[in-house]
């Protein structure tokens, strides 16, 4: 007993829905007008007041709407005839109609419904209006009380939206088409002068065939597609053109660079729209309300975002749809101004994590500079080993406090690329300077004087220099050659040594992924690549057999 009960609280709408339509039955044809006939109809009323989808149900009716549903109570009860009861089973339809639904069991509950209110007013209602006797009367009043009864047995919806809406945009379309049928019915039959049944059926066949006509027409599957363009483009700009209200978006999204400032200002774009009286907002970091504050408000969620939108009146499904669209606009705007502001974050920590790792591989040559200065001055003590141990200094010093200063610049200033320029003579005779102590072999071919990076060309040969230095440790006999070619063709510089190849798998990424090595190829060649593709240069791995291990820097523009 107490599981029966249960089950029937669960149904409590659908038992209120039920009795409702039984109460309306029983009202028009049980002695309609009479006193039995107006006691059903309250009963029906106080019903639909339980059932019906303008109110919720925790939600206080305001002075003004308590009288009016009071006078129209006492008006349809007392004053019952045909034409009102024509008025009310039509306002009914279209409440059914319209009636939004998320469950396929409960879209067939209001299908059933809605197919008894139409059979009671065509069946009932119209020829009554007409004072026409239809055949076998007394088998609609025995069976049409059936169809309400096959409610109760579809199982609960398990829908989560307690909140009833209702299109009144299908509702009214829904009513305006029922309405057509019926009254056309009667002025065929009293034209043609046929039977109700007859005029029924014609009326049927012409308004549906018209029906399924427009439906072809908006489809993709006809030709008409601009009659599809029309129709889309109207359900699109429900209350708002939205080509306009993405122009907003756009203009919006260009102007403010901040996430949080740029959602602001889309909501008060959409506090222009007539329909939207307010809306408060919870996102990431902020929240906040705007407009007026009033009785009707829809919730949308979204991903980032949670909007209450505000409004004169409870909003149906059209223009739910609608709003839901304008505001998965802003929501993706929004999340793009995110996405934006951790992507320049990133960029700006790669870029100093770019430039330190490269200011370490200068560093370190820059240290190894000083620790042969130190070498040559300490081991020479006499009076001519001064001397030169002093011009080397004097070569070397101002150069290093160069590029010391150099590498405190790039460190300040990392997102900046040191774009000073010399030309290419003056950096070869440079470079032969700074490496005189070195065992290097110098061999040029230059046909012309083009400027050059000289930060780039800098830290691409002593970075390689400071990789054949370590690999000399174990192979002690390695040569080092360094070849400068210049023509007008191409500009490019190769550094060979006479030692062992480079493992092949550890050629295949040298220059192109971050790799773990322990003689020194590791990051430092990836980022001098990197750094000279920025200035329209190539480092790449000319050769590479026992003998003769070459890299290239090269521009980019060469003929060969």
Known sequence: MATIINKLIQKRELIILIMMLEMLHLSIWVDFGSIISRSFMLSHLGLFLLWQPV?????????????????????????LNLWLLFAWLILLIGFISGRVTMDRNERKIYVIALGFLVLQLLFACVPGLANVNIEHKPLFYILLPVLPILIIFFP?????????????????????????VSLGSLLIMFLNDTSYFTALTQTSI???????????????????????????????????????WLTELSRFSERQQDPEEFLKVAINGLLKLSWIDG?????????????????????????????????????????????????????????????????????HLKAIYETGARITHDIKNLLQSLQAITSIVTHDTDGASLKVSQQVLKKQLPNLTQRLQLALDKLQTPQDQNKE?????DWWEDLKKRNSHNKIIFQHEMDGDPTIPVDLFDSVVDNLLENIQTKQMNEPEIEITITLVCNNDMTCVLVCDSGSMIPIDVS??????????????????????????????????????SGRVCFEL????DKY
Request: proline share 0%.
């Open 55 to 79: 109110w919720r149900g925790d939600e206080k009716l305001s002075i003004e709407n308590t009288i009016l549903f009071i006078v129209f109570t006492l008006a349809l009860t007392f004053s």
């Open 156 to 180: 609960k919806s398990n829908s989560k939206h307690h909140v009833q809406i209702v299109d009144f945009i299908h509702s009214i379309t829904t009513a305006m088409l029922t309405s057509l």
């Open 206 to 244: 012409a308004i549906g065939g018209f029906i399924i006509c427009i439906t072809w027409l908006i489809t993709s599957q006809s030709r008409f597609s601009g009659v599809t363009q029309l129709w889309s483009s109207y359900m699109l700009n429900i209350g708002t053109p939205l080509e306009l």
């Open 279 to 347: 809306i408060k907002w919870t996102s990431i970091e902020s929240n906040g309300e705007s407009g007026q504050i009033t009785t009707h408000k829809t919730f949308f969620i979204t991903n980032n975002i949670t909007f209450t939108i505000y409004t004169s009146n409870r909003m149906g499904g059209a223009l739910h749809v609608h709003c839901n669209l304008l505001v998965q606009l802003v929501e993706n705007f929004y999340t793009a101004k995110i996405k934006e502001k951790i992507l320049t974050q990133q960029a």
């Open 421 to 425: 320029e010399v030309y290419l003579k």
């Open 508 to 545: 295949k990424e040298l220059l192109t992924n971050i790799i773990s090595s322990d003689n020194g190829l590791g990051i430092g060649l990836y980022q001098a690549r990197r750094h000279a593709q920025k200035f329209n240069y190539d480092l790449k791995l000319a050769n590479n057999q």
């Open 554 to 557: 090269i521009s980019k523009n």
